[in-house]
């Protein structure tokens, strides 16, 4: 039975049928109590509504004429009706057929939890201001202030829930409490099937009051339409994430050219491949589905002439800056711990292998040692002027690798000088 | 061994797994409409399948989530009547480009199936 008009509690669908004067208005009242089974959006159930309205004005007609019924239209309309199947394995029948292909997404939620993991085990701890990556912000014209954060009596308030509230009800309790204002857009998430007086089985002891927000919004939401809730500026907003999510959006530039290179360089690739090695490290690790090269439709990115171009929420970007800044910007000394810079050691550093160099009189062993050292101090005189302490050492690492080098060339050649490189 | 066991499988069991390609089959023919879609399918098996509403509504919803079908709404004259009767929708469903290709696919996984069977089964039960 249909208890209110926003409340439904219904023992058999097929009871409206009992009071329906005519066969119209008895398919007309036993398709409005199915199509609000169904958490789809407004538009997609009223186009469900036509199409099995137009089947059993058709299959009642058909009854109607048929022996069985012998023009008993009450018992053809409940024929009929009785032939879609229980209306609750019905309504959902029709959900399932009309959300998004799961096996897609299925498949980038994997890569999305894969990637969570390798995070989370990742040995160095994310920190989102860490990093010197240079990133530009755009900024329209005129957008000068960022959102006011929350105040104390939210993010530090407590409340406690029954059990038994309507959503709207623990949403103005969190709104009081928190003391902010509530913005909910009813029309949107009744289209998503989310009704004000949704019940919320969730009960809780002065427990803080994000965490009592999560665990509501994830007790309403629908694995179709997923709902978030954002709190900023004197407000608290209640919606669709993927609404929320996309307002969001904001466009960065991030500097990517020398990680382009080094990696082009270091492993032996084009700079085109390592750039799409960025792209794809990118949309398979930083939340799969909301790219728009996944299918997604909130997130996309450009490379062009080294600077990396992402458009996609707030979030997201946190997570871009954080592992294009885990890759290698440059080959200069690593900055220890102490701020002191941590000499790169060549061959010649390490007295085994000098030794063994000396010993074997091994010319190209030698040569490389000595090109590597010129490498780097190719590499450091970039960075760091004449007189400095890692600028001295690098100069003579390259000197005595030169002088090894000759000294074991003319000794192979029995003192007739260094061979021509 | 049961008598359940010994029961020849209705073609209602042996139907199941197989409504999309009957109903793929079907469309390939012509555009149809849900109800008339219900209509040709018995009449093709000789009243053999019945495609309950239950099934065939939410399968069509599904092959047309996944670009398979594409649909039309008409708007429908009652035969008694020239005027058009408000509010009377119906959704005509017909085969895309993906769903010939899809379709042609299952045909051939079909018959390989059916030709794997058939290289087990003895000359005379």
Known sequence: MIDGPDHLVIDDPLDVLATQADAGSAIDAWLGVFTRLMHLPESVRSEIRAELREHLRERVRDLLLSAGCAGDERTAVRTAIEELGETAHLAH??????????RRLLMNLTLAVAGVGAIAAGVIAFNPNHGALPVTRFAPVGETSQAAAPPKSFTQGRITLKGDNALNEILAQVAEIGQLNLLVNWRELEDAGV??????????????????????????????????????DGL??????????????????????????????????????????????????VEPINWIDNGGDLAQMRLVGGRLFVQAPTRMQTKVAWILDQLPKDDA??????????????????PLLSQVFASRGDSPSALKAMNDAEAEFKQIKEHFQPGTPVYDSAEKRCQDAKAAYEQIARRAAGGAGAPSR | M????????????????????????????APLYGYAITKQVAAKSGGAIRLTPGVLYPLLHELERDGLLLSSWETVQAPDNDDVERGRKRKWYRLSAKGRKRLAQRIAAHRAQQKMIESFLPDRA
Request: with cysteine; charged share 25%.
């Open chain 1, 93 to 102: 029948r029709f959900e399932q057929a009309n959300r998004p292909n799961r």
């Open chain 1, 195 to 232: 009704t004000r007086d949704a019940p919320v089985q969730v009960a809780l002891r002065d427990v803080p009051i994000t965490q009592a927000l999560d665990l509501v919004t994830a007790s309403v939401s629908d694995r179709a339409n997923p709902l978030d809730w954002r709190a900023h």
């Open chain 1, 236 to 285: 608290i907003e209640f919606g669709i994430k993927h609404n929320l999510d996309a307002r969001e959006v904001e466009l960065l530039s991030y500097d990517v050219a020398r990680t382009v290179n080094l990696i082009a360089n270091n492993f032996n690739t084009s700079t085109k491949d390592a750039a799409e090695q960025i792209c794809d490290l990118l949309t398979s690790l």
């Open chain 1, 333 to 350: 000394p690593q900055v220890n711990a102490a701020g002191g810079v941590e000499p790169v050691p060549v061959l010649s550093d390490i």
């Open chain 2, 2 to 29: 049961s008598d359940d066991a010994l029961k020849s499988p209705s073609p209602a069991e042996l139907f199941k797994g197989s409504a999309d390609l009957v109903l793929l089959s079907v469309l390939a023919e």
